[in-house]
């Protein structure tokens, strides 16, 4: 009895592929690291933090990826329980 609303994107392809390895590699140099960051990963989280705040806007209850370490602030926001778990 429960609604799911699945985000776009693919994880396993971003850090498997030359996103990933371009920020392992940029990880080393903070100054570099800010510029990949502020280019490419600001707006893929912007995205992110969007679709999950319109996903957890009519919800009871949210659960998670433990590595989406934001959802217990989405949850705060909405004032409903979160739970993390992991789907394997």
Partial sequence: GLDLRV??????RFFGGAAGVAL???LADARVFRQ???HYLLPFYDTLLREVAEACEDADVV???PWTRFLTSIAERFAVPVFVACPY
């Fill in 24 to 26: 392992r590699d940029r």
């Fill in 36 to 38: 990949f960051f502020h």
């Fill in 63 to 65: 659960i998670g990826w």
């Fill in 7 to 12: 985000l776009r994107g693919d994880a396993a």
